[in-house]
Structure formats: C-alpha cells, structure tokens
C-alpha cells in the first residue's frame, strides 16, 4: 500500500495530522497536508484506509 497526497486539492482540515501524526502533517505556510511516510507499516494499514475515506477534499489516495 502506498499514500498519495495531492495538495492542490487539500483543503487543510488537518484531520490527518490530527489521526496519524506519525504519516501527516501540515505545511505551515497554508496548512495543507504533507506526507511524512508514503509506505504505512502492515499494522498501519486500516487507520490509513479509515484516514483516506475520511479526508473531506479527497485529497488523499491509496496505491494497493
């Protein structure tokens, strides 16, 4: 499973951030979502699949 983030489509609700902090974060200059990880550990991989299905702007996307 790999992330996909396309930050011309992020809003920057931070509910990534606020999910998964050790895979989101926030750009600091407009808040919009930053990859810290883009391969999730296999223990990961639900809460990442909960966060993506989440993401009010669909900025977010998986690569199975």
Request: proline fraction near 6%; hydrophobic fraction near 40%.
């Amino acid at each position: 499973m790999r992330v996909r983030a396309d930050r011309d489509v992020c809003i920057g609700s931070g509910l990534c951030a606020l999910r998964l902090p050790e895979m989101f974060d926030q750009s600091d200059d407009d808040g919009t979502v930053v990859l810290l990880r883009r391969d999730p550990d296999p223990d990961q991989e639900a809460a990442v699949l909960d966060v993506v299905e989440a993401c009010p702007s669909g900025a977010l996307q998986l690569d199975r």
